[in-house]
């Protein structure tokens, strides 16, 4: 190489200024083939063969010559984070994260935490996490659902798992599900969250928590107590408002503003029915206002027939087509009929 060039090792996706690597950065056994690289001058693609089969290398280092007076300044900004030009540890947990297919740069992006991570701490959880018998694909789908995942420590996951076995009387065969369904629940504290949560859910009534394990990520003052205090503001009594989630228990996760508002007014003045009827079917606030509720209520005043809320909603649109049609046009039935109604006399 000439005096007037040097060599610069840089990530695909550093920013403004290249960033280059130490003159031998430590590269993840685990690496596999490499993807080509986006655009370089010179570029060389570096194979490495994975000792985990589970897991692809997305990552791409590219070399080529640049002047000594293009080299970044002494520090780089990286997305309003100053990272050291020559810090080996960061680069190395850069590596380590592409090397199991975990997009590093929309990572780091949503969650800066990382930068200051432990090394040894992230790739302690990853294997512990991964030893649950998650797929590669799993694995960076919670991590993508919740990239505080990474930097929460196997000590503090551990207690979750104990908890949720233990406490939750979830089976271990199960343990999978339930975090592929709610990945927060890991970074959850079992002290401040997960216990007083599950304690509030067995007062009002539900006893099967194992089968609703999503709600326990969820504060009970943020979240639970003001959904009961809206039920009780439109009408119902605490005991009612209570039933109500008992009898659905996903009611908690619905927004007051976008779902329960609207589909309450909704049924009050358009439909003009019973809150008695909400209270034994809770699960109305499930269905789309729009693409549901509406379209079929409007399809029996039109022909002057009245289901249940259970019947309105819940049937396939192919049942409801047919009640509707057995309701319309069947003919009065012969006195003779089980189905003659006592006192009632065609002209």
């Not at 309105?312 to 189905?339: A, G, Q």
């Amino acid at each position: 190489m000439s005096s007037s060039s040097a060599t610069a090792t840089t990530l695909l996706f550093s920013t403004d200024h290249h960033v280059p690597l130490s003159p031998s950065p430590t590269i993840p056994k685990s690496f596999t083939r490499l993807c080509k690289p986006f655009h370089s001058r010179v570029p060389t693609s570096i194979h490495f063969h994975c000792a985990r089969p589970s897991f692809f290398v997305r990552a791409t280092v590219i070399k080529w010559r640049c002047p000594k007076q293009t080299l970044p300044p002494k520090d780089t900004v990286f997305k309003e984070k100053v990272i050291p030009p020559n810090d080996t540890g960061f680069e190395e947990k850069v590596l380590y994260l592409e090397s199991i297919g975990i997009d590093s740069f929309s990572l780091i992006e949503n969650h800066p935490m990382l930068i200051t991570a432990s090394l040894a701490d992230i790739k302690s959880t990853v294997e512990y996490i991964t030893s649950m018998d998650f797929s590669a694909i799993e694995f960076q789908r919670i991590v993508g659902m919740c990239p505080e995942i990474l930097t929460t420590k196997v000590s503090d996951i551990i207690p979750v798992f104990t908890f949720l076995h233990r406490e939750v009387h979830v089976k271990g065969s199960d343990i999978k599900r339930v975090i592929n369904r709610r990945p927060r629940l890991i970074v959850c504290s079992v002290n401040n969250r997960l216990r007083p949560t599950l304690y509030f859910l067995q007062s009002i009534g539900i006893e099967e928590v194992s089968k609703h394990t999503d709600l326990l990520s969820c504060s009970v003052e943020d979240k639970f107590l003001p959904r009961i205090d809206y039920f009780e503001n439109i009408g119902f009594s605490r005991d009612d408002a209570t039933s109500m989630f008992r009898r659905f228990p996903q009611l908690f996760c619905c927004s007051i503003k976008n779902n329960l508002e609207p589909k309450y007014n909704y049924f009050v003045v358009e439909m003009g029915r019973d809150l008695k009827e909400l209270k034994e079917f809770p699960q109305y606030f499930s269905f789309s206002l729009e693409n549901r509720i509406k379209p079929r209520h409007k399809q029996c005043v039109e022909l002057g027939v009245c289901f249940t809320l259970p019947v309105l909603l819940k049937t396939s649109e192919v049942t409801f087509r047919n009640r509707l049609d057995l309701c319309v046009n069947s003919s009065t039935p012969l006195e003779t009929s089980p189905l003659w109604c006592t006192g009632f006399h065609v002209d």
